[in-house]
């Protein structure tokens, strides 16, 4: 069959309202997808499968009595927990880091690419990572990057909307949350997960922030070993110590060195699109970059590149020449940003 085959059958099974034949070719489409490599879709499509199942299983239960709209609130609730739901494009490669941290995200990505055999072994699989490391350094790229590799799903979670000021809801909110994540074979992304541990500052109450970190080592004992948790954060020190130490890895994203600068302007100047006038002042920029993240580091160099080409527009001509001395001055002013 081809695409278009499978699109004829959708259109007939679906005007015809035949919702068995139509689930089967839904899913005959989402193997032939996964199998020509169009891993993106397939994924997209399951997940829509997998609500629409979901849907039909509990409308049903509209025959015992159950009416339809409490569904329909539940999943109004789930959904308003959930900031976004996403697949990714991101590869190891798009990450600049060290030789450590790629070594240590290789190994956790093995892990899931070989848990029939850990399975078959009766191996504990890692599920649970934490990022942590100064803003604009990768924690969020790095969370894409392990999607994108595993091909899954990644639910990023909505935590001004899961913390609760009510007592006990934040722990409800968690649970509703990775209860869904399991049913979906999905990534949960926690960002700013120290702000679990902060719960106290809304309710006052240490008791509830007690309760919430106890939630939440309930559910990562319990997780299953397909689930994968991803916590983010800026500041470790303020997550609990029995928490930090229940996640399988975590890992420390820095602020770049003089070689992780020139790999991201490698990567920034799109390996050679673009390229610097005057080539023997980079290395000066570079040393004076230390200190900044490399999103600061790569937004200046996007500037340069751009105003430099707005200028060659406004002269008539048009190359791909960055004017470096942009990029020095747009470093220099972070800098100064910085030290304020
Ligand atoms: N290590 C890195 N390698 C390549 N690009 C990076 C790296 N770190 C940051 N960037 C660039 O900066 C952008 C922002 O980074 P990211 O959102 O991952 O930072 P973060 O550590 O999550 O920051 P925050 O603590 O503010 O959430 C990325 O989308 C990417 O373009
Ligand atoms: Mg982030």
Redesign the pocket.
């Known amino acids: 069959m081809t695409q278009y085959d499978y699109i004829k059958d959708i259109a007939k099974y679906g005007l015809e309202n035949d919702y068995e034949k139509l689930l089967q070719v839904l899913n005959e489409l989402v193997d032939y997808s996964k199998k020509s490599n169009k891993m993106n879709f397939a994924i997209q499509l399951q997940s829509i499968l997998k609500e629409s199942i979901r849907q039909h299983q509990v409308s049903g239960l509209s025959i015992v009595g159950s009416p339809k709209h409490i569904l329909r609130e539940e999943e109004k609730e789930l959904s308003d927990l959930v900031l976004e739901k996403l697949t990714s494009d991101y590869r190891l490669k798009?990450?600049?880091?060290t030789e450590k941290v790629v070594s240590e995200l290789q190994h956790f990505i093995q892990e899931h690419q070989f848990i029939d055999l850990l399975n078959k072994f009766e191996l504990p699989v890692s599920n649970k990572v934490l990022?942590h490391?100064?803003?604009?350094?990768?924690?969020?790229?790095?969370?894409?990057v392990l999607a994108g590799e595993l091909e899954k799903l990644m639910i990023v979670v909505n935590l001004g909307a899961i913390v609760s000021s009510k007592l006990g809801e934040t722990s409800k909110n968690l649970a509703k949350i990775f209860k869904w994540a399991a049913s979906e074979d999905a990534i949960i992304f926690i960002?700013?997960f120290d702000s679990l541990g902060k719960v106290r500052d809304y309710s006052q109450d240490h008791g509830e922030m007690k309760r919430v970190v106890n939630t939440i080592l309930q559910l990562f004992d319990y997780l299953p070993k397909e689930s994968i948790i991803i916590g983010?954060?800026?500041q470790i020190n303020m997550i609990d110590g029995a928490l930090r130490r229940r996640f399988d890895l975590v890992v420390e994203?820095e602020k770049?060195d003089e070689k992780?600068v020139k790999?991201?302007i490698d990567?920034t100047l799109q390996h050679g699109n673009f390229v610097f006038k005057n080539k023997k002042d980079i290395p000066a920029i570079i040393k004076q970059s230390l200190g900044l993240?490399?999103?600061t580091i790569?937004?200046t160099l996007i500037t340069a590149i751009k105003r430099s080409l707005f200028d060659q527009v406004d002269k008539g001509a048009l190359s791909t020449v960055i004017d470096t001395h942009i990029w020095k001055e747009l470093i220099a002013q972070e800098q100064l940003n910085l030290a304020k």
């Open positions: 798009d990450l600049v880091c990022f490391g100064p803003s604009g350094c990768g924690k969020t790229l790095a969370a894409y960002d700013e983010a954060t800026n994203l770049p992780h790999e991201l990567k993240s490399y999103y790569q937004k």
